[in-house]
């Protein structure tokens, strides 16, 4: 029944329109940051991407896409595994990796390389698939660029790699909380899934996630596939939560 519901899905909500720069998510329990880059570098991707394709974070698999960093304001702030978000820490964000995966991160322009874990979720804008922190950008040479391609290679995987998964889809980002709210209404009045809006700290404090039946991937993949919103720049994305 939801599937089929799904598929005629056209949300309505008033989102905010992403900014030019990225915004990783809120933790998945309580409050936390989604990081707003600094950056005005807008980089366009080539042919088409999946930006909900599924990186499953075994040893030496490989990826690659566009990278941005994050920091101020959200420095010493929860992040999405629950640690305290270092800025200088050599960290990134990811949104299907499983947490504490580790990354050698080379830019492709420039072959510089830094080793990262990914601690939080993002980036949320399309064609990009990585954060670094301010402190793994400027080692590897994204801090000034703002936005570079780099190739990412597993080279440890996290605790979590051989589990399914815990998966939800996530969308945002919002000024003001009414039009999260909002949204939310839409979708439960669509279909009956557990939909809810997450409060954090930033400048785009409101969130809405929609968590399938027991966090089931395919079902949360079939979600971020078919549902559209009336802002192009307000997508779903698929997010893992462990």
């Known amino acids: ?126 064609g990009r698939v990585l954060d670094l922190s301010l402190g793994a950008a400027k080692e590897v040479g994204v801090y000034r660029a703002g936005v570079a391609q780099v190739q990412m290679n597993v080279v440890e995987a996290g605790p979590n790699a051989t589990l399914p998964g815990k998966w939800a889809v996530q969308i945002g980002a919002f000024l003001q909380s009414e039009n999260a709210y909002h949204l939310q209404v839409e979708l439960q009045r669509r279909y009956p899934l557990p939909t809810k809006v997450i409060q954090f700290q930033g400048p785009t404090g409101w969130w809405v996630r929609i968590t399938p039946t027991g966090s089931d991937r395919s079902r949360a993949e079939q979600l971020a596939r078919t549902i559209r919103t009336v802002e192009p720049d307000a997508l779903p994305y698929l997010v893992r939560l462990d």
């Open 1 to 126: 029944m939801a599937a089929a519901l799904l598929c005629c899905a056209v949300l309505t909500g008033c989102h905010h329109r992403a900014r030019t720069s990225s915004q990783p998510s809120p933790p998945s329990q309580g409050s936390g940051p989604a990081v707003a880059r600094r950056s005005p570098v807008v980089v366009v991707p080539q042919g088409p991407v999946d930006d909900n394709a599924v990186s499953t974070g075994r040893l030496h698999t490989s990826e690659i896409g566009f990278a941005s960093w994050y920091g101020p304001p959200y420095n010493k702030r929860a992040g999405a595994n629950g640690e305290i978000f270092d800025q200088n820490a050599l960290t990134a964000a990811h949104r299907t990796l499983p947490m504490g995966t580790v990354l050698q991160v080379t830019n492709l322009l420039t072959n510089q390389a830094v080793t990262v874990r990914v601690t939080d979720r993002g980036p949320f804008i399309h």
